[in-house]
Protein backbone atom coordinates (compact mmCIF):
# COMPACT_ATOMS: atom_id res chain seq x y z
CA UNK A 1 0.00 0.00 0.00
CA UNK A 2 3.15 2.40 -0.61
CA UNK A 3 0.86 4.61 -2.62
CA UNK A 4 -1.85 5.09 0.19
CA UNK A 5 0.89 5.99 2.99
CA UNK A 6 2.02 8.13 -0.18
CA UNK A 7 -1.23 9.79 -0.08
CA UNK A 8 -1.54 10.13 3.47
CA UNK A 9 1.89 11.78 4.42
CA UNK A 10 1.21 14.43 1.34
CA UNK A 11 -2.27 14.92 3.29
CA UNK A 12 -0.78 15.56 6.52
CA UNK A 13 2.47 17.68 5.52
CA UNK A 14 -0.08 20.07 3.88
CA UNK A 15 -2.23 20.16 6.94
CA UNK A 16 1.21 21.13 8.84
CA UNK A 17 1.93 23.31 6.57
CA UNK A 18 -1.05 25.17 6.86
CA UNK A 19 -1.47 25.47 10.77
CA UNK A 20 2.78 26.37 10.02
CA UNK A 21 1.93 29.38 7.95
CA UNK A 22 -1.28 30.32 10.01
CA UNK A 23 0.55 30.81 13.57
CA UNK A 24 2.09 33.73 12.10
CA UNK A 25 -1.22 35.30 12.48
CA UNK A 26 -3.52 33.25 14.24
CA UNK A 27 -3.66 29.65 14.91
CA UNK A 28 -5.01 27.69 12.83
CA UNK A 29 -5.09 24.24 14.78
CA UNK A 30 -5.08 24.17 18.44
CA UNK A 31 -4.33 20.51 19.16
CA UNK A 32 -4.24 17.01 17.17
CA UNK A 33 -5.34 13.72 18.42
CA UNK A 34 -4.17 9.88 17.30
CA UNK A 35 -6.89 6.77 17.38
CA UNK A 36 -6.10 2.99 16.85
CA UNK A 37 -8.82 0.37 17.44
CA UNK A 38 -11.20 -2.50 15.93
CA UNK A 39 -14.36 -2.90 13.63
CA UNK A 40 -17.11 -5.28 13.13
CA UNK A 41 -19.68 -4.84 10.22
CA UNK A 42 -22.65 -5.40 8.78
CA UNK A 43 -23.81 -4.93 5.48
CA UNK A 44 -27.05 -4.82 2.54
CA UNK A 45 -27.71 -6.85 -0.23
CA UNK A 46 -25.51 -5.75 -3.32
CA UNK A 47 -26.16 -6.25 -7.25
CA UNK A 48 -22.22 -6.88 -7.91
CA UNK A 49 -22.14 -6.46 -11.99
CA UNK A 50 -18.69 -8.57 -13.50
CA UNK A 51 -17.51 -7.62 -16.57
CA UNK A 52 -14.58 -9.79 -18.80
CA UNK A 53 -12.95 -9.64 -22.03
CA UNK A 54 -14.65 -11.17 -24.68
CA UNK A 55 -17.92 -9.78 -23.90
CA UNK A 56 -18.80 -11.50 -20.64
CA UNK A 57 -21.12 -9.36 -18.70
CA UNK A 58 -23.16 -10.18 -15.68
CA UNK A 59 -24.92 -8.89 -12.83
CA UNK A 60 -25.10 -10.63 -9.35
CA UNK A 61 -28.89 -10.50 -7.97
CA UNK A 62 -29.17 -9.10 -4.21
CA UNK A 63 -25.83 -11.05 -3.52
CA UNK A 64 -25.36 -11.46 0.55
CA UNK A 65 -21.88 -10.12 1.99
CA UNK A 66 -20.35 -10.68 5.27
CA UNK A 67 -17.12 -8.90 7.24
CA UNK A 68 -14.01 -10.86 8.62
CA UNK A 69 -13.47 -9.47 12.00
CA UNK A 70 -10.44 -11.94 13.17
CA UNK A 71 -10.49 -10.07 16.06
CA UNK A 72 -8.48 -13.21 18.21
CA UNK A 73 -5.77 -12.41 16.43
CA UNK A 74 -5.19 -9.88 18.96
CA UNK A 75 -4.49 -12.02 21.63
CA UNK A 76 -3.02 -15.05 19.22
CA UNK A 77 -0.88 -12.89 17.06
CA UNK A 78 -0.33 -9.61 19.33
CA UNK A 79 2.20 -8.05 16.53
CA UNK A 80 0.44 -8.33 13.89
CA UNK A 81 -2.35 -5.75 14.67
CA UNK A 82 -3.34 -5.32 10.97
CA UNK A 83 -4.82 -8.59 10.50
CA UNK A 84 -8.19 -7.77 12.15
CA UNK A 85 -10.47 -5.05 10.78
CA UNK A 86 -8.94 -2.11 12.37
CA UNK A 87 -9.36 1.55 12.32
CA UNK A 88 -7.05 4.95 12.39
CA UNK A 89 -8.14 8.49 13.10
CA UNK A 90 -5.59 11.56 12.73
CA UNK A 91 -7.33 14.43 14.39
CA UNK A 92 -6.72 18.12 14.39
CA UNK A 93 -8.84 20.49 16.58
CA UNK A 94 -9.93 23.53 14.98
CA UNK A 95 -10.43 25.48 18.66
CA UNK A 96 -9.26 25.69 22.30
CA UNK A 97 -12.14 24.11 23.75
CA UNK A 98 -11.45 21.22 21.72
CA UNK A 99 -15.60 21.02 20.60
CA UNK A 100 -14.45 21.03 16.68
CA UNK A 101 -12.22 19.35 14.48
CA UNK A 102 -10.95 17.40 11.02
CA UNK A 103 -10.12 14.43 10.95
CA UNK A 104 -8.53 11.72 8.23
CA UNK A 105 -10.40 8.39 9.17
CA UNK A 106 -9.42 5.01 7.72
CA UNK A 107 -11.61 2.22 8.21
CA UNK A 108 -9.92 -1.43 7.09
CA UNK A 109 -12.92 -3.79 6.93
CA UNK A 110 -13.55 -6.74 4.91
CA UNK A 111 -16.16 -7.67 2.72
CA UNK A 112 -16.63 -11.02 2.07
CA UNK A 113 -19.62 -12.53 -0.61
CA UNK A 114 -21.10 -15.12 1.44
CA UNK A 115 -20.03 -18.92 -0.66
CA UNK A 116 -23.58 -21.22 -1.13
CA UNK A 117 -25.53 -18.39 -1.43
CA UNK A 118 -27.96 -18.72 -4.39
CA UNK A 119 -28.25 -15.70 -6.49
CA UNK A 120 -30.30 -14.93 -9.39
CA UNK A 121 -27.67 -13.96 -12.37
CA UNK A 122 -28.60 -12.09 -15.69
CA UNK A 123 -26.43 -11.22 -18.14
CA UNK A 124 -23.89 -12.92 -20.68
CA UNK A 125 -21.32 -15.58 -19.55
CA UNK A 126 -19.13 -16.93 -22.43
CA UNK A 127 -21.67 -15.28 -25.45
CA UNK A 128 -24.67 -17.10 -23.73
CA UNK A 129 -27.55 -15.20 -22.43
CA UNK A 130 -28.27 -16.30 -19.28
CA UNK A 131 -31.01 -15.14 -16.51
CA UNK A 132 -31.62 -17.68 -13.98
CA UNK A 133 -30.81 -18.81 -10.11
CA UNK A 134 -26.62 -20.14 -9.50
CA UNK A 135 -25.15 -20.89 -6.70
CA UNK A 136 -21.77 -18.67 -5.37
CA UNK A 137 -18.87 -21.60 -4.99
CA UNK A 138 -14.92 -21.08 -5.99
CA UNK A 139 -14.81 -24.09 -7.98
CA UNK A 140 -17.57 -23.66 -10.36
CA UNK A 141 -18.83 -20.42 -10.78
CA UNK A 142 -17.07 -17.40 -8.83
CA UNK A 143 -16.15 -16.01 -5.50
CA UNK A 144 -15.42 -12.28 -4.86
CA UNK A 145 -14.16 -10.85 -1.67
CA UNK A 146 -11.98 -7.13 -0.51
CA UNK A 147 -10.30 -8.84 2.48
CA UNK A 148 -7.27 -6.91 2.05
CA UNK A 149 -9.15 -4.63 2.97
CA UNK A 150 -12.77 -2.68 1.30
CA UNK A 151 -10.22 0.11 2.95
CA UNK A 152 -12.50 3.63 3.08
CA UNK A 153 -10.23 6.30 3.64
CA UNK A 154 -12.22 9.68 3.93
CA UNK A 155 -12.20 13.43 5.87
CA UNK A 156 -14.53 14.21 8.93
CA UNK A 157 -16.18 16.77 10.59
CA UNK A 158 -16.01 16.03 14.20
CA UNK A 159 -17.99 17.94 16.63
CA UNK A 160 -17.87 16.79 20.17
CA UNK A 161 -19.76 18.16 24.32
CA UNK A 162 -18.68 17.95 27.21
CA UNK A 163 -21.46 14.84 29.32
CA UNK A 164 -20.05 14.69 32.50
CA UNK A 165 -17.01 16.57 34.12
CA UNK A 166 -14.05 15.55 36.71
CA UNK A 167 -14.91 16.57 40.33
CA UNK A 168 -11.86 17.38 40.80
CA UNK A 169 -10.41 19.21 37.63
CA UNK A 170 -13.73 19.89 36.43
CA UNK A 171 -11.84 18.84 32.71
CA UNK A 172 -14.16 16.33 30.12
CA UNK A 173 -14.83 12.97 31.66
CA UNK A 174 -17.43 12.06 29.15
CA UNK A 175 -17.90 13.57 26.00
CA UNK A 176 -20.85 12.67 23.18
CA UNK A 177 -19.12 12.77 19.67
CA UNK A 178 -20.54 12.83 16.38
CA UNK A 179 -18.67 12.88 12.65
CA UNK A 180 -19.67 12.83 9.39
CA UNK A 181 -17.52 13.07 6.05
CA UNK A 182 -16.73 11.96 2.40
CA UNK A 183 -13.61 9.69 0.84
CA UNK A 184 -12.46 7.41 -1.51
CA UNK A 185 -11.98 3.06 -1.50
CA UNK A 186 -8.83 1.52 -1.77
CA UNK A 187 -9.33 -1.80 -2.03
CA UNK A 188 -7.22 -5.21 -3.04
CA UNK A 189 -9.88 -7.74 -4.45
CA UNK A 190 -10.01 -11.42 -4.24
CA UNK A 191 -11.77 -12.70 -7.07
CA UNK A 192 -11.59 -16.63 -7.90
CA UNK A 193 -13.04 -17.64 -11.47
CA UNK A 194 -14.37 -20.93 -12.19
CA UNK A 195 -11.26 -22.28 -9.83
CA UNK A 196 -9.13 -19.53 -11.11
CA UNK A 197 -7.99 -17.32 -8.76
CA UNK A 198 -6.50 -14.33 -10.13
CA UNK A 199 -4.39 -11.74 -8.36
CA UNK A 200 -5.03 -7.90 -7.94
CA UNK A 201 -3.38 -4.89 -6.55
CA UNK A 202 -4.44 -1.94 -4.18
CA UNK A 203 -6.26 0.82 -6.23
CA UNK A 204 -8.53 3.85 -5.88
CA UNK A 205 -11.72 2.44 -6.84
CA UNK A 206 -14.68 4.47 -6.02
CA UNK A 207 -16.27 7.01 -3.10
CA UNK A 208 -18.19 6.46 0.31
CA UNK A 209 -19.80 8.63 2.73
CA UNK A 210 -20.38 8.31 6.37
CA UNK A 211 -21.82 9.52 9.73
CA UNK A 212 -20.93 8.62 12.77
CA UNK A 213 -21.65 9.58 16.77
CA UNK A 214 -20.89 7.51 20.08
CA UNK A 215 -18.72 8.75 23.25
CA UNK A 216 -15.32 9.30 24.26
CA UNK A 217 -14.76 8.54 27.90
CA UNK A 218 -11.20 10.03 29.20
CA UNK A 219 -9.69 8.39 32.14
CA UNK A 220 -6.97 10.28 32.22
CA UNK A 221 -5.73 13.63 31.03
CA UNK A 222 -5.27 13.29 27.47
CA UNK A 223 -5.58 9.32 27.07
CA UNK A 224 -9.63 8.15 25.36
CA UNK A 225 -11.50 5.28 24.89
CA UNK A 226 -13.55 5.92 22.14
CA UNK A 227 -17.13 3.49 21.68
CA UNK A 228 -19.16 4.83 18.08
CA UNK A 229 -21.53 3.25 15.72
CA UNK A 230 -21.32 4.51 12.22
CA UNK A 231 -23.03 4.15 8.98
CA UNK A 232 -23.08 4.66 5.48
CA UNK A 233 -22.84 4.42 1.56
CA UNK A 234 -20.03 2.29 -0.41
CA UNK A 235 -19.93 2.72 -4.21
CA UNK A 236 -16.71 0.77 -5.99
CA UNK A 237 -17.45 1.78 -9.58
CA UNK A 238 -14.28 -0.63 -10.98
CA UNK A 239 -12.54 -3.28 -8.07
CA UNK A 240 -10.18 -5.69 -9.32
CA UNK A 241 -7.36 -4.06 -11.53
CA UNK A 242 -5.87 -7.43 -12.49
CA UNK A 243 -1.96 -7.84 -12.46
CA UNK A 244 -1.51 -11.56 -13.43
CA UNK A 245 -3.11 -14.38 -15.73
CA UNK A 246 -5.88 -12.09 -16.86
CA UNK A 247 -6.46 -8.51 -17.36
CA UNK A 248 -9.65 -6.39 -18.08
CA UNK A 249 -12.04 -8.12 -15.41
CA UNK A 250 -14.10 -5.65 -13.53
CA UNK A 251 -16.42 -5.53 -10.37
CA UNK A 252 -18.94 -2.68 -9.66
CA UNK A 253 -21.49 -2.63 -7.03
CA UNK A 254 -22.57 -0.75 -4.05
CA UNK A 255 -23.50 -1.14 -0.56
CA UNK A 256 -25.02 0.26 3.01
CA UNK A 257 -23.03 -0.79 6.09
CA UNK A 258 -23.58 -0.50 10.16
CA UNK A 259 -20.13 -0.62 11.50
CA UNK A 260 -19.29 -0.62 15.52
CA UNK A 261 -16.04 0.59 16.41
CA UNK A 262 -13.98 0.61 19.49
CA UNK A 263 -10.95 2.66 19.68
CA UNK A 264 -8.03 4.02 22.33
CA UNK A 265 -6.88 8.07 21.80
CA UNK A 266 -4.27 10.05 22.59
CA UNK A 267 -4.45 14.13 22.65
CA UNK A 268 -1.48 16.28 21.65
CA UNK A 269 -1.59 20.16 22.84
CA UNK A 270 0.62 22.36 20.39
Known amino acids: MYFLKKLIALFLFGLFTLSANAQKKNRLFSGMYI ?14 RITMPGGTDFTLHKAKAHDRPDLDGIYTKPLEISIPQYNYRIGFYLNPAKTKALE ?11 DGQKVRVTGTIDGKRIDGDSIINADNFLHLEHTDGAN ?55 FN ?24 Y ?18 KHSFGYIELIGTIGYDINF
Open 35 to 48: QWGYNTEWYTKSNI
Open 104 to 114: LNFDHAKYIVT
Open 152 to 206: WLHLNYVQQQTLLKKKKTDAALVTFIWKAGAGINIPRTDFTWKGDKLNNKFHIAG
Open 209 to 232: ISAEAGVRYYPFKKFFIEATGKTG
Open 234 to 251: VNYLSALSNVTQKSGIRA
